[in-house]
């Protein structure tokens, strides 16, 4: 069974809460994401950097600091969120010999039906879904 990580799973929870923040004008504290999404707060924090360095959620420093969604539009894709905190998804039948397997274009085609399946699902996909 192929699996996301459980980083990429705490990413999805927080765009989520965040791109249903009910007053949008509002920013979102760490311990507010960290308590709403049942994540840690060490890890939110980390979590919450990733997704900021991609440019998917926006931060505030200071006394009313906190995070928002950076676009609101439905375009952040789950690929996108995989990207931000695992980098690019690799499949193939064994790490290091992908070049000498007869395989190799069978497991291409796989990831690019991957890829394409994630890049087509989005965030704002799962604005309807309760956790």
Sequence with gaps: MMRLSRSTEYAIRILHYLYNYEDKDELVTAHMLAQATGITY???IKIANQLLGKGHIKSVQGRRGGYRIAKRDG???IYDVVLAVEGDIQISPTPGIEARCS???YFNQV???VVDTLSSQYVA???AIQY
Aim: aromatic share 6%; charged share 20%; glycine share 0%.
């Design 125 to 127: 996909d799962f604005a």
């Design 103 to 105: 395989m190799q274009s």
């Design 75 to 77: 375009d952040i894709s």
């Design 42 to 44: 060490p890890v939110t």
């Design 111 to 113: 990831q690019k039906v």
